[in-house]
């Protein structure tokens, strides 16, 4: 028996436009404070995600999977933003199968998204 181990990667893209209209609303120094604290709740809320699905406290999954859309949105992170959206929605299902799917591709868009974002240099918003 063979058996296949897949390692699924996502590409992620971040809205340029929507991190220079933050930049441009809140200056330089503001800006940076803002987006550093977003990704670091960001991470702190997959995280969450994670622990709460293990718990299956479904309410909660599903209110911090909602929380992460408003934040990822703010700082132009949309495909993340639509993962969570995918979790959302999977949970309303009650379809916990694809719960644990889209929260795995959650954490990986997540992980992705955040390092997109720090690797970006301040000049290019």
Not at 93 to 100: E, G, L, R, T
Not at 101 to 109: D, E, Q, Y
Request: charged share 20%; with cysteine.
């Amino acid at each position: 028996m063979q058996i296949l181990q897949m390692r699924p990667t996502e590409q992620v893209c971040v809205d340029h436009v929507r991190l220079g209209s933050l930049y441009a609303q809140l200056g330089e120094a503001d800006a940076e404070d803002v987006v550093s604290r977003t990704m670091e709740e960001l991470a702190l809320r997959i995280s969450h995600c994670d622990r709460l699905f293990h718990a299956s406290n479904w309410g909660e999954l599903r209110k911090n999977s909602r929380s992460l859309i408003a934040i990822a949105d703010q700082v132009g992170l949309a495909q993340l933003t639509a993962v969570a959206h995918d979790v959302t929605m999977s949970i309303d299902q009650n379809d916990h199968v694809a719960v644990a799917a889209t929260l795995r591709r959650l954490i990986r868009v997540g992980e992705r998204s955040l390092t997109a974002i720090l690797d970006m240099p301040a000049s290019s918003y």
